[in-house]
C-alpha cells in the first residue's frame, strides 16, 4: 500500500482531473455560443439573439440538473464510497461530451438536433453534479493536516485550466481555420479531445484509494436532515458570488462583448484568457492564506472587491480611449478577485459538513449555486442587456450577488452536529 504523502498526491490529481474536463467542456460551450447558436438553435429566419439566447438556456438547463445528480450520485457516494462514484461520473461525462462534437445540426436534422443537443446537455449536468462532492471530499480528506484549504484550492485551480485549456482550444482554431471552416466542422474538435481525456481521468480514478475518513466513519448515524439542510442553505450562499461573478467574467465575458461592444472573436477570446489567467494567479496563494487566516476573511475580502470594482471594470472595458494593455489589466484583476472566493471555497464546503453526508451536502450547496447563479448568469444577462440596452448589466449581476454572498460568509452559523469533531472546522 501506497504511503500517506503518495496516497494524498494521488488523490490530488484523480479529484482534480475529472474538474478539469468538466470545466474544459462548459468553457468551450461558452466561447462557442455564438456558432452553437447558429448550428442548433437557429432555423431560417430565426434572429442571432434568439439562437444566442436558446444556447444559453440549454446551457442553463444543464447547470439545473448538477443538483439532481449531486443529490443522486452524493448520496451513493456516501453510502458506498467515494471512488466507485467518480469512476462513474467522470464515464458519463466523457461519453456526453464526446458526442456533441459527433451531434448532427439543424441543417442536417432539422428540430430533432437542439433536442439531441439539450439531451446530452442534461447527461452532463447530472454527471457534473456527482463531480464536484465526491472530488473536493477525496482531495480534502487526503489532505495533511493543516493544509485543506490548499488541496481544496486545486479543485478550483483545475476549474481555471479547464477554462484556459477550452479558451485556448477555442483561440488557436480561431487562428488556424478559417471563419467558415470553423463554423462547418471546427467547432467539433474540442469536444471529441474529451475522449482521450476523459479516458486518462478513468485511468487515474481506477488506481484511486478509498478515503480513510470515509472508512473510519461509515458506520456513523447520519446528521439530521434539517441540519443538513440548513448547512446547504448557508454554503450556497457563501458561494453564489463566486458562481456568479466567475461566470461572467470568465465564461459569459466572450459572447458579451462580441454581441454588446463589437468585438471580434479573437479579441474577445483574448480577453477571457487573461481573465482566466488572474483567476488562476490567485486560487493556490488564496487557499494557502485560508489556511493561515481562515476561509471566510479571503473569501469576504474577494465578494467586497467585486462589489466595489464591478461596474468601472465594465465602463472601462466600454471606454474606446482606454488602451488595450489597461483592459488587459482590468480583466486579469478581475479574474484574480474572483479567486479569492474559489480558492478557499472547496475547503469552506467540506468543512460545513461531517464525513458521513459530505459528498451530498457539499455538492448540494455547489450544484444549487451554480444551476441558479452560474447556469442561468448567460440567459439572464444576454436577455437583460437585449430588452434593456443598458450595457453594465453584468456588473450589477455580479455585484448584488456578491453582496449577499458577504453577508453569508460574515454570519457564523453553528455546526451541523456531527462537524465537531473536524478540527480545522473553526477556519469557516
Known amino acids: 500500500m501506497a504511503d500517506a504523502p503518495s496516497r494524498s498526491r494521488r488523490a490530488l490529481i484523480a479529484g482534480s482531473v475529472g474538474n478539469f474536463i468538466e470545466w474544459y467542456e462548459f468553457g468551450v460551450y461558452g466561447y462557442f455560443a455564438t456558432i452553437i447558436a447558429a448550428r442548433f438553435f437557429t432555423p431560417e429566419g430565426g434572429s442571432e439573439a434568439e439562437g444566442l439566447v436558446r444556447t444559453?438556456?440549454?446551457?442553463?438547463?444543464?447547470?439545473?440538473?448538477?443538483?439532481?445528480?449531486a443529490a443522486l450520485f452524493g448520496r451513493l457516494g456516501d453510502r458506498y464510497g467515494r471512488r466507485p462514484v467518480l469512476i462513474l461520473v467522470i464515464a458519463l461525462m466523457t461519453v456526453a461530451t464526446t458526442l456533441i462534437g459527433a451531434l448532427p445540426t439543424y441543417a442536417t436534422a432539422g428540430a430533432l438536433a437542439p433536442w439531441l443537443l439539450t439531451f446530452l446537455r442534461v447527461v452532463q449536468g447530472l454527471s457534473a453534479g456527482g463531480e464536484f462532492g465526491g472530488a473536493v471530499s477525496v482531495m480534502t480528506e487526503f489532505a495533511p493536516e493543516g493544509r485543506r484549504g490548499l488541496y481544496g484550492a486545486w479543485q478550483s485551480f483545475t476549474v481555471a485550466l479547464g477554462l484556459l485549456g477550452g479558451a485556448g482550444a477555442a483561440a488557436l482554431l480561431a487562428t488556424v481555420l478559417s471563419e467558415r471552416q470553423l463554423g462547418d466542422w471546427g467547432w467539433r474538435l474540442p469536444f471529441l479531445l474529451t475522449l482521450p481525456l476523459g479516458l486518462g481521468a478513468l485511468w487515474l480514478r481506477l488506481r484511486l484509494d478509498e478515503t480513510p475518513a470515509f472508512r473510519a466513519e461509515r458506520?456513523?448515524?447520519?446528521?439530521?436532515?434539517?441540519e443538513v439542510a440548513r448547512a446547504v442553505a448557508l454554503g450556497a450562499g457563501r458561494i453564489m458570488g463566486w458562481a456568479a461573478a466567475g461566470y461572467t467574467f470568465l465564461v459569459v465575458l466572450p459572447s458579451y462583448l462580441q454581441s454588446t461592444l463589437d468585438a471580434s472573436f479573437q479579441q474577445a477570446l483574448i480577453a477571457t484568457v487573461l481573465a482566466n489567467l488572474g483567476f488562476a494567479a490567485a486560487i493556490l496563494p488564496a487557499g494557502v492564506l485560508s489556511d493561515r487566516i481562515g476561509r471566510r476573511a479571503v473569501m469576504l475580502t474577494g465578494a467586497l472587491l467585486v462589489v466595489v470594482l464591478a461596474?468601472?471594470?465594465?465602463?472601462?472595458?466600454?471606454?474606446?480611449g482606454v488602451s488595450h494593455t489597461v483592459k488587459g489589466a482590468a480583466?486579469?484583476?478581475?479574474?484574480?478577485?474572483?479567486?479569492?472566493?474559489?480558492?478557499?471555497?472547496?475547503?469552506m464546503l467540506a468543512e460545513l459538513f461531517p464525513t458521513t453526508v459530505r459528498y451530498t451536502g457539499l455538492g448540494l450547496a455547489y450544484a444549487l449555486s451554480n444551476a441558479v447563479f452560474s447556469g442561468c448568469a448567460g440567459l439572464v444577462i444576454t436577455?437583460?442587456?437585449?430588452?434593456?440596452?443598458?450595457?453594465d448589466v453584468p456588473a450589477y449581476y455580479a455585484a448584488v450577488t456578491c453582496a449577499v454572498s458577504a453577508l453569508a460568509l460574515a454570519a457564523r452559523p453553528g455546526r451541523v452536529p456531527a462537524a465537531k469533531t473536524e478540527t480545522e472546522a473553526e477556519a469557516r
Not at 444559453?56 to 445528480?69: D, H, K, N, Q
Open 383 to 391: 436577455e437583460t442587456v437585449e430588452r434593456t440596452g443598458n450595457v
Open 219 to 226: 458506520a456513523v448515524t447520519r446528521p439530521p436532515g434539517r
Open 311 to 320: 461596474v468601472p471594470l465594465l465602463d472601462l472595458l466600454q471606454d474606446p
Open 331 to 347: 480583466v486579469f484583476g478581475a479574474g484574480a478577485v474572483v479567486g479569492l472566493m474559489a480558492g478557499p471555497g472547496p475547503a
Open 56 to 69: 444559453y438556456a440549454s446551457f442553463a438547463l444543464a447547470f439545473f440538473f448538477r443538483p439532481v445528480g
